[in-house]
């Protein structure tokens, strides 16, 4: 795992993108792995002035995205779907048909979910698998409890969640927020082949601590990727605060050493 910790969402932000600019240079069929949720958006406004900049060709890049809410049209404002074309898709030259979220509407859930992981594995896998991460630790939609080796599947969502999705999504309409979502499993994301989570606030500090410093746990779902071959977490120093200060000192200092620092002014 390395750590990361940026002056401010904005760094991280843009680091992450320069990254991805880096890779799609290197592989224009990147297959990129999505996320949606309020930390990303910084991410997708960066790589969106990249493509403007005519430094991102995303024509042949594929992405599957990690969730979708179990019941919203792809044209409620709140769906996934939705978002990914507002924040990012309308404004790139990706193909639209090589994006995918999974079908919230399936009539036959179960292989709707078996079919999207088949879809991965099809692609080739992912390559990178952008990650935000809930303030209980989940990632995706994978709530505390689930498996650490779970696939595409139904998930019901705790009242914490939907409370934390009703606040920045729904006009705080708690009702209005589905119950069940399809989302990637942990095991999923750990197949990817570089995993990065950004994570800003202090509200994602406990979640941090016990993803990084914590034992694996499927009470944290996130602590699933100290198991991963490559997991970088590009965080900012308040969603770094619980993170005991000689960690913080040994994360700093392997970051100055670390390839990763030629992307702060990439
Ligand atoms: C939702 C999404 C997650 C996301 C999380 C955090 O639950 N399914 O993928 O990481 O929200 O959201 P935010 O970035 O808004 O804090």
Redesign the pocket.
């Known amino acids: 795992m390395q750590i990361v910790i940026c002056k401010d969402a904005d760094q991280a932000s843009k680091m992450v993108a320069a990254y991805i600019e880096r890779a799609i240079k290197a592989k224009p069929a990147t297959v990129l792995g999505l ?6 958006i910084r991410l997708y406004k960066d790589l969106i002035r990249r493509y403007k900049e005519g430094r991102i060709d995303f024509s042949k890049v594929h992405s599957w995205n ?2 979708e809410y179990i019941g919203l049209e792809p044209t409620h404002p709140a769906s996934y779907r939705y978002f990914m074309n507002e924040q990012l898709f309308d404004h790139v030259n990706i193909d639209k048909a090589n994006t995918h979220v999974p079908d919230g509407l399936a009539k036959d859930v179960e292989a709707a979910a078996q079919a999207y992981e088949d879809g991965i594995k099809a692609d080739g896998g992912i390559d990178i698998q952008i ?4 303030s209980d630790g ?4 994978n709530e505390p409890a689930t498996s650490l080796v779970s696939r595409t599947h139904v998930q019901t969502l705790m009242l914490g ?1 939907r409370q ?2 009703a606040r ?1 999504f729904f006009d705080g309409k708690l009702d209005e927020v589905p119950t069940r ?1 399809m989302t990637m499993g942990t095991g999923t994301v750990l197949d990817s082949r570089t995993a990065i989570l950004l994570a800003f606030g202090k509200g994602k500090a406990p979640a941090i601590a016990g993803a990084v410093e914590g034992a694996i746990s499927h009470m944290n779902q996130a602590s699933a990727l100290q198991m991963h071959r490559d997991a970088k977490f590009f965080i900012d120093e308040d969603a770094a605060s619980m993170l005991t200060p000689k960690n913080i000192d040994f994360f700093k200092a392997v970051y100055a050493d670390s390839d990763l620092k030629a992307l702060e002014n990439a």
């Open positions: 996320a949606t949720g309020s930390t990303p990690l969730d990650l935000g991460i809930g989940h990632i995706g939609f969640t934390d999705n920045l979502a």
